[in-house]
T-cell receptor, first 114, second 112 residues
Framework: DAGITQSPRHKVTETGTPVTLRCHQT?????MYWYRQDPGHGLRLIHY???????DKGEVSDGYSVSRSKTEDFLLTLESATSSQTSVYFC?????????????FGEGSRLTVL | KQEVTQIPAALSVPEGENLVLNCSFT??????LQWFRQDPGKGLTSLLL?????REQTSGRLNASLDKSSGRSTLYIAASQPGDSATYLC???????????FGSGTRLLVRP
C-alpha cells in the first residue's frame, strides 16, 4: 500500500459539466501520474507531475488539465466532460527514495459521462 | 519510441499447471520492466520489478526474467491456483521520468 487515495471512486456526470478527480498521497513523494484505462486501448498516460507546480503532458492530454499546488494532492480536471472521457482513471506515484523506478497505483475512479 | 506487447491476450489453464506469460518491448535501452496484476474492477498491484542490470526477480511462486537483447520478459507462475486468476500487465518506462508504457495484458483463468 503506497498510501494513495483517489476520490471520488465513482461518478456519473453529464456532457459539458466540469469534473475534478483527486489523487491524495500521505508520504510526500515527488512523482505522480494520471492514467486512463479503456477496453482496446489499455492504460495510457494523461499527465505527469515531478513536483509542486511542475507538470508535463502525456499521450492523451487533450481535454484534461492538472494541478499540483501541494505535494500530497494531484488533481485531474475535465473542463467540459465528453462521452469519450468515460473511463477508469488511475493515479500512480513513484517513491522518491530508493531510485528503483517502481510505480504504485491507486484503486481507480470510474467516470461515466452521459 | 517504446512499444510493449503481450501475448496471448487470454489464457485458460487447469489448476496446478506451471505457466509463462510473455511481454515484448521494442527499445532494448530499457530502464526497468514492471509486472502488475489487476483483478476485475480493482487497481494495479505491483508484482515484480526487474532493473535493467538484472536478469530475473523472484517473489514466491512468481519469477520474472528480462532479456534486453531479444526484447522480451517472461512471468513464470509455478503451481497455478484459482486465486491467480486476474489480468497480468507488463510495463516499461518511455524515458528516465519513468512514464510507463503498458502492454494490453494477458487475462488468466485458472480452472479448479
Amino acid at each position: 500500500d503506497a498510501g494513495i487515495t483517489q476520490s471520488p471512486r465513482h461518478k456519473v456526470t453529464e456532457t459539458g459539466t466540469p469534473v475534478t478527480l483527486r489523487c491524495h498521497q500521505t508520504e510526500n513523494h515527488r512523482y505522480m501520474y494520471w492514467y486512463r484505462q479503456d477496453p482496446g486501448h489499455g492504460l495510457r498516460l494523461i499527465h505527469y507531475s515531478y513536483g509542486v507546480k511542475d507538470t508535463d503532458k502525456g499521450e492523451v492530454s487533450d481535454g484534461y488539465s492538472v494541478s499540483r499546488s501541494k505535494t500530497e494532492d494531484f488533481l485531474l480536471t475535465l473542463e467540459s466532460a465528453t462521452s469519450s472521457q468515460t473511463s477508469v482513471y488511475f493515479c500512480a506515484l513513484r517513491p522518491t527514495g530508493g531510485n528503483t523506478g517502481e510505480l504504485f497505483f491507486g484503486e481507480g475512479s470510474r467516470l461515466t459521462v452521459l | 519510441k517504446q512499444e510493449v506487447t503481450q501475448i496471448p491476450a487470454a489464457l485458460s489453464v487447469p489448476e496446478g499447471e506451471n505457466l509463462v506469460l510473455n511481454c515484448s518491448f521494442t527499445d532494448s535501452a530499457i530502464y526497468n520492466l514492471q509486472w502488475f496484476r489487476q483483478d476485475p474492477g480493482k487497481g494495479l498491484t505491483s508484482l515484480l520489478l526487474i532493473q535493467s542490470s538484472q536478469r530475473e526477480q523472484t517473489s514466491g511462486r512468481l519469477n520474472a526474467s528480462l532479456d534486453k537483447s531479444s526484447g522480451r520478459s517472461t512471468l513464470y507462475i509455478a503451481a497455478s491456483q484459482p486465486g491467480d486468476s486476474a489480468t497480468y500487465l507488463c510495463a516499461a518506462p518511455m524515458d528516465s521520468s519513468y512514464k510507463l508504457i503498458f502492454g494490453s495484458g494477458t487475462r488468466l483463468l485458472v480452472r479448479p
